[in-house]
């Protein structure tokens, strides 16, 4: 059974601090990496995809991702208010389907 | 607009009557997929289609049916339903099944489901 796993939270970080939430997975075999982002009572939507060892920035999120420790991060520099929601980590391997985490609630406060 | 629609937004039903909630997207996705969301439990894959007449089991299939026989649609069919299938369920589309730089899944705007 893959094992996607997160801290549930909540990650609570003032207005303009960086927020960083982390995930870690069990299969090595893994190769696609994904954070989801979902508000509460709304469907998931994604914010930032990772293939390769490293980061990869797009705007204020940056992921990361370290294949030999078998974790993947994302960062939020300047956090809003806006980005207070349920950040979900998933995780595939080839072929197969995505494997999500419980997710990690974060709460930006003004 | 590119969706993927899920009917009913709410449903309320008893024990053992039979429901059928509905997906389509219009977005021509050759991948579909069910999930259900439970608090603590996170998202759940019920049920997966690779195209047409192409189904299979996620991780929670017990007690529910799916069927694709068009491409853009993906029913998700509870012929008796339980207390314990009460839960928010996701419909979702992508059009790389088998993984690709750009892949992402398009999820509809749920269905919250109370079997009493």
Redesign the interface.
């Known amino acids: 059974q893959k094992e996607v796993e997160q801290n549930s939270g909540p990650l609570s970080v003032p207005e303009g601090a960086i927020a960083s939430l982390n995930c870690t997975y069990s299969d090595r075999g893994s190769q696609s990496f994904f954070w989801y982002r979902q508000y509460s009572g709304k469907s998931p939507e994604l914010i930032m995809s990772i293939y390769s060892n490293g980061d990869k920035e797009d705007g204020r999120f940056t992921a990361q991702l370290n294949k030999a420790s078998q974790y993947v991060s994302l960062l939020i520099r300047d956090s809003q208010p806006s980005d207070s929601a349920t950040y979900l980590c998933a995780v595939k391997e080839g072929y197969s389907t995505l494997t999500f985490g419980k997710g990690t609630m974060l709460l930006v406060s003004p | 607009e590119a969706q993927v629609t899920q009917n009913p937004r709410y449903l309320i039903t008893v024990t053992g009557k039979k429901l059928t909630v509905t997906c389509s997207q219009n977005m021509n996705h050759e991948y579909m ?1 069910w ?1 259900r969301q439970d608090p ?6 019920i049920y ?1 289609s690779m195209n047409v007449e192409v189904t299979d089991k ?1 991780d929670v299939p017990e007690g529910y049916k799916v069927s694709r026989k068009e491409k853009r649609n993906f029913p998700l069919i509870l012929e008796s339903p339980s207390p314990n299938q009460t839960s928010l369920y ?1 419909c979702a589309s992508s059009p790389y ?3 690709g ?1 750009n ?3 398009f ?4 269905t919250q489901l109370s079997v009493l």
Request: proline residues 5%.
């Open positions: 997929s999930y603590g439990l996170g998202l759940r894959q997966y996620g996701f099944p088998e993984g730089a892949e992402k899944l999820f509809g705007s749920g």
